[in-house]
């Protein structure tokens, strides 16, 4: 009998194997990830640093900004000092200033010495990582707000992202912390949303990350929101319990307005958060794209090995019929697939017979975890709208399996006789599909 330990490794590998295909579209790729100085005040952090080594090895790009906003407010707190606001942005005198310039300091400090760890019992043992961090960020006065001076508090005025990109293409981590210089020599206390924005914007990120310690990311109905468009999400953000999501969504729609591909907004919380999301199906966290993630398209060359992927467990349960990589390139003009962020969730092909003014619709196949998302039925409308416009009046298909499926859909059951008469010549008797037909309204 197999036991625990069996079960155990069989779940590690079927992840694994699903992790897959995001390392590898992950290499090469820069990711800006944001963390307040909460993330220094517990015992969670070594895990994250852990977790960011690990994608550093991963052959991911990462430029890390970190916050400090409780370590200053504790060094104004010891010596009986209130912190003045004004909205979200601290007043800085020059007495405050040098708390802020003394608190980035010791936590520049302390991550990059976590940063550094490789010793034999560590998750990292062995890596040689090397941070790099500097005047990249550009800053100028706020100016006055509301009536009020914010003195020494700034604002981005410009990102050094060539020196980054090179810090980045040498293998460093590079590490943003929130104070500025102006071209003058002043230093201005920056924000850490506002850096890691300018920055993700200005590197053309792919991915900016920000690590919530307030709050989680669920609406105010409980509800997790695990997607946002970004019209979706300037729609819901006047709804959102005050929280970390509250505040930086606003910058990751943002980002994704400016060109960064995706932003995530994730519960610092949970343990392995960054990793979850990334490697993961379905992510735990909230994910904002400037356009909706799903993409039913035309299949290029490139895809067959996702398309393989995707039909290769349904042909070994006898469910499709066996196509090789070989007959899949050749015919690879005759497919749709459905993208998911990079990763190929579904496909479905169209073989026409434009003199019988029909066609085929084979290899309908979508991902397990996906088969009650409608990616089906976006196949089905995108074989349909092709087939009209080929001219076609009807589709039929061929399945032992699924036959409800398609008469939930408008098809009806018909027998081999009502092939075309070049298909007839192929059919399979004992395979003995049934046959399906649907006519196509005009």
């Known amino acids: 009998m197999p036991n625990s330990g069996d079960a155990d490794s069989a779940s590690f590998v079927q992840w694994f194997r699903a992790a897959a295909p995001y390392i590898h579209a992950f290499r090469g790729r820069t990711f800006v990830i944001a963390f307040g100085g909460e993330a220094l005040t517990d015992g969670g952090f070594a895990s ?7 994608l550093n090895s991963l052959g991911v790009r990462l ?23 004004v909205g979200a942005r601290r007043v800085t005198d020059a007495d405050t200033l ?24 560590t998750p990292m043992a062995g890596a040689e990582i090397r941070v790099a961090s500097g005047n990249f960020v550009t800053a100028r006065p706020v100016g006055v707000v509301d009536g009020v001076d914010l003195l020494f508090t700034g604002e981005v005025r410009k990102i050094a992202e060539r020196a980054i990109a090179e810090r980045l293409a040498a293998g460093d981590i590079v590490l943003l912390s929130p104070l500025g210089y102006s071209p003058t020599g002043e230093v201005f206390n920056l924000t850490l949303e506002e850096v890691a924005t300018a920055a993700a914007i200005a590197l053309k990120a792919d991915k900016l990350i920000f690590l919530l310690d307030r709050g989680d990311c669920r609406d105010a109905k409980g ?31 943002q980002a994704c307005k400016q060109g960064v591909r995706r932003a995530h907004l994730l519960p610092r919380a949970l343990d392995g958060a960054v990793l979850m999301e990334l490697f993961t199906h379905r ?36 469910v499709l019929v066996r196509r090789s990589r070989e ?12 993208e998911l962020d990079g990763r190929i969730v579904g496909c479905v092909a169209l073989y026409p017979y434009v003199e019988q003014h029909t066609g085929e619709m084979a290899c309908l196949a979508v991902v397990p975890e996906f088969r ?23 589709l039929f298909v061929l399945t032992t399996r699924t036959a409800h499926w398609f008469i939930e859909r408008g098809f009806t059951l018909g027998g081999p006789d009502d092939l075309p008469a070049p298909r007839q010549e192929l059919y399979n008797w004992q395979r003995r599909s049934k046959v399906l037909v649907k006519r196509l309204e005009d």
Request: glycine share 8%; net charge negative.
């Open 48 to 54: 994250l640093i852990h977790d960011l080594n690990l």
């Open 63 to 85: 430029v890390l900004v970190h916050g400090v906003r409780p370590q200053v407010e504790e060094r104004l707190y010891e010596l009986g000092l209130d912190a003045q606001y």
């Open 98 to 121: 040098e708390h802020v310039k003394d608190a980035v300091g010791s936590v520049r400090v302390d991550i990059e010495s976590l940063l550094s760890v490789g010793l034999p019992n």
């Open 223 to 253: 509800e997790l929101i695990s997607q946002l468009t970004v019209a979706a999400a300037q729609r819901v953000l006047k709804s959102l319990p005050e929280g970390d999501l509250r505040l930086y969504l606003p910058y990751a729609v």
């Open 283 to 318: 992510g735990i966290g909230t994910m904002v794209a400037r356009e909706a993630l799903e993409n039913v398209r035309p299949a290029r060359i490139d895809d067959v090995g996702g398309i393989l992927s995707v039909i290769e467990p349904l042909e070994q349960e006898g």
């Open 327 to 338: 007959r899949l390139e050749q015919e690879i003009e005759r497919f749709f697939v459905d």
């Open 372 to 394: 009650r998302a409608g990616r089906g039925d976006a196949l089905l409308g995108a074989v349909e709208v092709a087939a009209r416009e080929l001219g076609l009046a009807s």
